[in-house]
């Protein structure tokens, strides 16, 4: 039973390529009145626009590839379930943020003992994805450099409090404005660049031998 | 413009969020200031390192794990009950159950009022039509105008205690 361009199957409206397309030029809320009403595939559409996003900012947190596909997963599934309560009163994204952001808070929390990224990189590696975190050059001496530098920079990170670091990895790491920031966090534009300003005078002095010794980090 | 002062914009500088005017002093001090300008070259070649961390791509997709997790969610929520009941609740059955229910309970209720309801109230209507008229009747007899509510109250009071 055909029903416009996609299939009707079972009371559920299973979307092709060509419909997806088409509401990929659809607003997020759109979108989400769509999921609303009943067509669970349209979320399908949000999740493939943010994933990229939602999975960078909880590799942060997390530090490790792995737990970070599975936390991005399991913030996007308390997404769709909390749905009902969404308003509509912030963007649909820093809504996600928000408990894509929590979802890695927590999970650090119960788990406080880091796993080693470096172990996890050979699985993606397996079904065909290089890590483009680490420089991608062929020299392993630059490589290995790359890789010392990135856990120097995260060993400081990680040593912020959780305000200072959210506020520092979404807006230094991630490229959000302050007021998405703001929006996100629930708190004024100012106390944002307060925390931004404080995470970064502490980096500086965490990072201090690195950087103003002339080495890169 | 004094160090304290350069120290606390060098950050907003970083981002572009002064005005030219004061990105024009702020360079002019650092330019001469060791102290400062150290600041401000740790400052953005931090910044650099960082922003390398970020913007990262997901090793997959992950609609397919997500819509089964969905699924799985929405099953467990539903549970027992609501999984047998979501196939009855699909708009294809749904519909022409409703209305055929709707239909039934239509023809019953009226098959099973009008016979019984019809003869009360015909027998209620011509006892009330005899009460009156033999009331205002002996009311007319006696000199007294017309008063509908003492009809209704006699009308209330049990047969028995007349």
């Known amino acids: 039973m055909e029903i416009a361009s996609g299939t009707y199957r079972w009371g559920t409206i299973v979307l092709e390529p060509a419909t997806e397309r088409v509401m990929s030029d659809l607003s997020d809320e759109a979108v989400v009145a769509q999921v609303r009403d009943g067509n669970t595939d349209a979320f399908g559409i949000l999740v493939r626009k943010y994933q990229d996003r939602i999975y960078s900012t909880i590799l942060n947190y997390v530090h490790n590839q792995e737990d970070a596909l599975e936390l991005s997963q399991e913030a996007f599934v308390k997404a769709y379930s909390g749905l009902r309560k969404f308003h509509g009163k912030s963007a649909f994204y820093t809504w996600?943020?928000?408990?894509?952001?929590?979802?890695?808070?927590?999970?650090?929390?119960?788990?406080?003992?880091q796993k080693v990224e470096s172990l996890e990189d050979d699985k993606f590696t397996e079904i065909g994805f290089e890590p483009v975190s680490v420089d991608p050059t062929v020299d392993p001496v630059k490589a290995l450099s790359a890789r010392e530098r990135q856990?120097?920079?995260?060993?400081?990170?990680?040593?912020?409090?959780?305000?200072?670091?959210?506020?520092?990895?979404?807006?230094?790491?991630?490229?959000?404005?302050?007021?998405?920031?703001?929006?996100?966090?629930?708190?004024?534009?100012?106390?944002?660049?307060?925390?931004?300003?404080?995470?970064?005078?502490?980096?500086?002095?965490?990072?201090?031998?690195?950087?103003?010794?002339?080495?890169?980090? | 413009m004094k160090c304290a002062k350069v120290r606390e914009l060098i950050s907003a500088d970083a981002d572009g969020l002064v005005s030219p005017r004061v990105h024009e002093e702020l360079s002019a001090h650092i330019a001469v200031c060791d102290s400062c300008k150290r600041e401000y070259e740790t400052t953005t070649r931090m910044l650099a390192e960082v922003s390398e961390l970020g913007n990262r791509k997901a090793p997959v997709d992950m609609w397919p794990v997500v819509q089964v997790r969905i699924e799985d969610t929405e099953h467990a929520r539903q549970g027992i009950f609501g999984r047998l009941l979501t196939p009855v609740l699909r708009p294809i059955i749904a519909v022409p159950a409703v209305a055929a229910i709707a239909a039934a309970t239509f023809i019953t209720v009226h098959t099973l009022k009008e016979p019984s309801r019809a003869p009360q109230q015909y027998a209620r209507s011509s006892e009330v039509a005899a009460y009156y008229e033999e009331f205002s009747e002996f009311r007319s007899t006696q000199g007294f105008g017309d008063n509908s509510t003492v009809v209704a109250a006699q009308l209330e009071k049990p047969k028995g205690k007349e």
């Open chain 1, 96 to 113: 996600l943020y928000r408990i894509a952001i929590n979802t890695a808070i927590d999970s650090l929390r119960k788990r406080p003992a």
């Open chain 1, 151 to 217: 856990q120097k920079l995260q060993q400081a990170i990680e040593s912020l409090s959780t305000k200072l670091k959210t506020a520092f990895i979404l807006h230094d790491v991630e490229g959000l404005s302050q007021e998405e920031i703001a929006d996100i966090l629930k708190c004024p534009v100012g106390t944002v660049k307060s925390r931004i300003s404080r995470a970064r005078d502490e980096l500086r002095n965490q990072l201090a031998e690195y950087l103003e010794g002339g080495k890169s980090l």
